[in-house]
């Protein structure tokens, strides 16, 4: 089937596949824009609900659930654990980005390494081990490394730090057996993103490269811009473009890349075939937010201007600061001057879950880094105590 080659406008009906923090900033972004909504996610209090037109509650390969997004001008997705097929389906019948293909190659870390391998990019040293009796002697030149699982991981999860072959043993028997990546550990100097936004190979843009800091294998902070050497910060996106660009890409496309060693070489550690959590600083700091490229994009219109208004750094909530039955102290970010609250109204908190984030702009990213430190700690103590408050007069 040919579809038009003209621009999809508002009021059309757009759809997507998951619901969650991601699909709502998305659904906030096309309704601003004038569209409609249509999201299919299993959860009936999936986040993005909340500001749909419609909400198919329903699995992601529910045959009658796809029927029913057919009557989408165009669907996108929020998360690279959605089913490819599901997604090739849909193209038969509607405009599809990214492509099913493209998501694919996103969820599966060995054909993703292929790709990098293909654009002409570096990837730290690997190798694949899909039985035990593809671990022996030879792999000591890849440890100490990480073993992770080719599938289904993410966050810090589906992956065990090892040392020693006895080590690699027992990691890959405690992932189950199942085909898994062994990555050699590198020197690590810092950890960037590209946020690229691809209509085709002309009309492209990226937003500035992000410095990001993890904790327990979950993004805590992203700087912008990041501390490092401009050569360093041009060269990620042209690689990050050139990876775009081999993938024939269409939508948002975020690129991961570590900088190694003292003379900081760049290295692609993984794609993401959507907006990221380490681009949500764009919502406040620059003149689009990668929710409104993800839509223009899926609409055939052209990436909207990228440039950084102000130096930033964005701050994740999880759920491990909520005090039982209550909420954390939300005034200590509310009442400074230069720090926005986002939160994403998820009715389960639990340990590990974003539950939202914040962003601190500031004169140049350091200075953002270090107040939005600050107000990390400050509302992790007022929400605890809060809730010791609480238990006194309880008690």
């Not at 090739?88 to 599966?108: E, H, M, N, Y």
């Not at 690129?255 to 003292?262: D, L, T």
């Not at 764009?282 to 899926?298: G, I, Y």
């Amino acid at each position: 089937m040919s579809f038009s080659s003209s621009c999809i406008l508002p009021p059309a009906m757009l759809g997507i596949l998951g619901g969650g923090q991601l699909g709502a900033m998305f659904t906030v972004a096309a309704k601003t824009m004038g569209y409609q909504v249509m999201v299919l996610d299993p959860d009936m209090n999936a986040p993005a609900a909340q500001y749909a037109d419609v909400h198919i509650c329903a699995a992601f390969d529910d045959a009658a659930a796809l029927q029913n997004m057919t009557r989408c001008a165009a669907v996108t997705t929020e998360f690279e654990n959605v089913s490819a097929d599901s997604m090739r389906w849909l193209a038969k019948f509607t405009q599809v980005s990214p492509s099913g293909d493209c998501v694919a190659i996103a969820q599966d870390r060995q054909e993703e390494k292929e790709w990098i391998t293909r654009a002409g990019l570096a990837t730290v040293p690997f190798a694949i081990i899909c039985n035990d009796s593809d671990i022996d002697n030879h792999l000591e030149v890849l440890l100490p490394g990480i073993l992770k699982t080719a599938t289904l991981g993410y966050d810090g999860k589906g992956q065990i730090a090892v040392g020693t072959i006895g080590e690699l043993r027992a990691a890959f028997l405690q992932l189950q057996n199942v085909r898994c990546v062994l990555e050699k550990k590198v020197d690590l100097r810092a950890e960037i993103s590209v946020v690229v936004a691809r209509l085709n190979e002309q009309q492209v843009a990226c937003f500035p490269p992000a410095e990001n800091q993890h904790e327990n294998g979950i993004l805590a902070y992203s700087l912008v811009p990041a501390r490092l050497p401009q050569s360093v910060l041009q060269q990620a996106e042209y690689m990050a473009l050139k990876l775009a660009h081999t993938m024939n890409y269409k939508g948002v496309l975020a690129v991961e890349m570590f900088v190694v060693g003292s003379e900081m070489q760049l290295i692609v550690n993984e794609v993401a075939p959507r907006p990221h959590n380490s681009g949500h600083y764009t919502l406040d700091a620059c003149s689009s937010d990668q929710f409104q490229q993800q839509v223009r994009l899926m609409c055939g219109l052209p990436p909207a201007a990228t440039d950084l208004l102000q130096p930033c750094c964005m701050a994740n909530i999880l759920g491990d600061i909520w005090p039982a039955d209550s909420e954390p102290d939300w005034c200590t970010v509310l009442n400074h001057s230069t720090a926005s609250l986002h939160l994403y109204g998820k009715k389960l908190v639990r340990p590990g879950r974003k539950m939202g984030h914040f962003t601190v702009l500031a004169e140049d990213s350091e200075q953002a880094w270090q107040t939005a430190q600050s107000l990390h700690l400050r509302l992790q103590n007022d929400t605890q105590n809060l809730y010791s408050t609480v238990l006194n007069e309880l008690c």
